[in-house]
């Protein structure tokens, strides 16, 4: 199993199970390599409403790694959504969610990336692999990403330190909870199958990500290239 | 301010107490605000669910601010009001397809919330209101439309507290909550709007409220008798 991993994730894996234990996240490590294997691309999203706070230089290390966490995921959610919106196969309420929350995907982006600055990680680049391009996969797929934005959202809470950056991203996980409740509704699934929402490490999402092969950087970058630059790598 | 008359208090008090704690950042009022909405309640024997929270919480061992125990009654005071909704909703018949299964479902989520926030606080839960729902549970616009502003007012009402919380382990509590309330209230928009009007995600951001302005909507329902 662990033959396939990406040694960059897996160390990713690693960092992120140390940090889970020690309520701590080596942000350095990680933005270095979420910066590695991004892809430039030229987004022109909506300008977002939200006050979300231009980090402070004495922001700590693990607030910085958690907001360019939540900004990959929502890179990979804004581009998934527009992706289906080029693709022009959706219709009805499926097309209507699309446009929408991808909207609001690209508005959290933009917050994200405003309040990193310069530490903002850049997007990967995607292979959403057909499933922007067919309506019931696209519901199935969304459900999922949005599903895995809250429990990763949920899962950071308390390891944020700064107040604010903590109330920036609860107003992001109750909007990303009425995307997953929305596109449930629209799938004839429960909205709200738990009275409590479950929440999920950086390891789990991270793991997920890497299943979904959205981002073939995960998959095909080579390890020599990877782990170059940095901490040494075993398994 | 002026002191306090200790007798009769009223959701008008508890509104004046909100809005000067969020004025002032204090929460020194706390122990009155608990004692007052406990003078508002009455005793309800619910059968309710066991909670589930996914962190243990209780507050019985100590250590845990006033602030957060007031917090944790305001919360819990919103879950009465929302449990009882629902339940009678659910008893009356009124409602049918997408909307009888929703009452059904949500009505499970609020007695799962009341019963956990009860279990936090212990011997320092508030007691239950007695409520008049004014027919809006025998109607299903009337229950659509004022689910749809409990649902977002719930919302609003924990994304307002997430900065106050003090304890880890009640803010992990109120986490696990706030995301169900806003999956209710998509749901409920989704419902009655078929994914146009009202959108079930009406913006990028949710905002909180203070205590205070949520106090004051609850209170302009009428729906809380005493």
Same mark, same amino acid.
């Given at each position: 199993?662990?033959?396939?991993?990406?040694?960059?994730?897996?160390?990713?894996?690693?960092?992120?199970?140390?940090?889970?234990?020690?309520?701590? /996240?080596?942000?350095?490590?990680?933005?270095?390599?979420?910066?590695?294997?991004?892809?430039?691309?030229?987004?022109?999203?909506?300008?977002?409403?939200?006050?979300?706070?231009?980090?402070?230089?004495?922001?700590?290390?693990?607030?910085?790694?958690?907001?360019?966490?939540?900004?990959?995921?929502?890179?990979?959610?804004?581009?998934?959504?527009?992706?289906?919106?080029?693709?022009?196969?959706?219709?009805?309420?499926?097309?209507?969610?699309?446009? /929408?929350?991808?909207?609001?995907?690209?508005?959290?982006?933009?917050?994200?990336?405003?309040?990193? =600055?310069?530490?903002?990680?850049?997007?990967?680049?995607?292979?959403?692999? =057909?499933?922007?391009?067919?309506?019931?996969?696209?519901?199935?797929?969304?459900?999922?990403?949005?599903?895995?934005?809250?429990?990763?959202?949920?899962?950071?809470?308390?390891?944020?330190?700064?107040?604010?950056?903590?109330?920036?991203?609860?107003?992001?996980?109750?909007?990303?909870?009425?995307?997953?409740?929305?596109?449930?509704?629209?799938?004839?699934?429960?909205?709200?199958?738990?009275?409590?929402?479950?929440?999920?490490?950086?390891?789990?999402?991270?793991?997920?990500?890497?299943?979904?092969?959205?981002?073939?950087?995960?998959?095909?970058?080579?390890?020599?290239?990877?782990?170059?630059?940095?901490?040494?790598?075993?398994? | 301010?002026?002191?306090?008359?200790?007798? *009769?208090?009223?959701?008008?008090?508890?509104? %004046?107490?909100?809005?000067?704690?969020?004025?002032?950042? $204090?929460?020194?009022?706390?122990?009155?605000? &608990?004692?007052?909405?406990?003078?508002?309640?009455?005793?309800?024997?619910?059968?309710?669910?066991?909670? !589930?929270?996914?962190?243990?919480?209780?507050?019985?061992? +100590?250590?845990?601010?006033?602030?957060?125990?007031?917090?944790?009654?305001?919360? $819990?005071?919103?879950?009465?009001?929302?449990?009882?909704?629902?339940?009678? !909703?659910?008893?009356?018949?009124?409602?049918?397809?997408?909307?009888?299964?929703?009452?059904?479902?949500?009505? *499970? #989520?609020?007695?799962?919330?009341?019963?956990?926030?009860?279990?936090?606080? *212990?011997?320092?839960?508030?007691?239950?209101? %007695?409520? @008049?729902?004014? *027919?809006?549970?025998? @109607?299903?616009?009337?229950?659509?439309?004022?689910?749809? !502003?409990?649902?977002?007012? +719930?919302?609003?009402?924990?994304?307002?507290?997430? %900065?106050?919380?003090?304890?880890?382990?009640?803010?992990?509590?109120?986490?696990?909550?706030?995301?169900?309330? &806003?999956? #209710?209230?998509?749901?409920?928009?989704?419902?009655?709007?078929?994914? &146009?009007?009202? $959108?079930?995600?009406?913006?990028?951001? @949710?905002?909180?409220?203070?205590?205070?302005?949520?106090?004051?909507?609850?209170?302009? %329902? +009428?729906?809380?008798?005493?």
């Amino acid at each position: 199993m662990t033959d396939h991993l990406f040694p960059t994730l897996a160390e990713l894996d690693r960092d992120g199970a140390i940090a889970e234990a020690a309520s701590r /996240v080596d942000g350095h490590t990680r933005a270095a390599f979420m910066g590695k294997v991004a892809a430039l691309v030229g987004g022109t999203a909506a300008v977002s409403s939200l006050a979300m706070p231009a980090l402070a230089s004495a922001a700590s290390k693990g607030d910085v790694a958690i907001l360019n966490y939540a900004l990959t995921l929502e890179y990979l959610e804004a581009a998934f959504y527009k992706s289906a919106n080029d693709k022009g196969a959706l219709s009805g309420e499926a097309k209507k969610l699309a446009k /929408v929350v991808g909207e609001h995907e690209a508005q959290h982006v933009v917050a994200l990336k405003k309040a990193l =600055g310069s530490a903002a990680v850049k997007s990967p680049s995607f292979d959403f692999k =057909g499933t922007t391009a067919d309506q019931g996969t696209f519901l199935k797929t969304s459900m999922t990403l949005e599903d895995a934005g809250v429990k990763a959202y949920l899962g950071q809470a308390g390891a944020i330190k700064s107040k604010d950056i903590l109330s920036a991203a609860a107003s992001i996980l109750s909007v990303e909870a009425r995307h997953a409740s929305w596109v449930a509704n629209v799938l004839k699934v429960s909205p709200a199958p738990e009275a409590f929402q479950s929440s999920a490490t950086m390891d789990q999402i991270l793991a997920a990500v890497k299943g979904t092969g959205f981002i073939p950087a995960l998959a095909s970058a080579s390890p020599s290239s990877a782990t170059s630059g940095s901490p040494s790598v075993t398994g | 301010m002026s002191p306090r008359d200790d007798t *009769g208090l009223t959701l008008d008090e508890l509104d %004046t107490d909100g809005a000067l704690r969020e004025a002032s950042e $204090l929460a020194e009022n706390s122990y009155t605000r &608990s004692q007052a909405l406990r003078r508002t309640g009455v005793l309800v024997g619910g059968g309710l669910a066991i909670g !589930a929270l996914p962190v243990a919480l209780s507050i019985g061992q +100590g250590g845990v601010p006033a602030s957060d125990i007031k917090i944790l009654n305001y919360a $819990l005071t919103l879950e009465y009001l929302e449990a009882a909704f629902y339940a009678e !909703a659910v008893s009356k018949g009124a409602l049918t397809g997408s909307l009888a299964t929703f009452a059904q479902t949500v009505a *499970g #989520h609020e007695a799962q919330h009341v019963a956990a926030l009860q279990k936090a606080l *212990g011997s320092k839960a508030v007691k239950k209101p %007695t409520f @008049d729902f004014k *027919g809006t549970t025998a @109607d299903p616009k009337k229950f659509a439309a004022t689910a749809m !502003a409990l649902e977002d007012t +719930g919302v609003a009402a924990y994304l307002g507290q997430v %900065t106050k919380i003090k304890t880890p382990a009640i803010l992990m509590a109120a986490g696990s909550i706030l995301p169900i309330e &806003s999956r #209710h209230a998509a749901w409920i928009r989704d419902i009655q709007g078929a994914g &146009s009007s009202p $959108l079930p995600a009406p913006g990028g951001f @949710d905002a909180g409220k203070p205590m205070s302005a949520i106090l004051a909507a609850v209170k302009a %329902t +009428g729906f809380i008798k005493s």
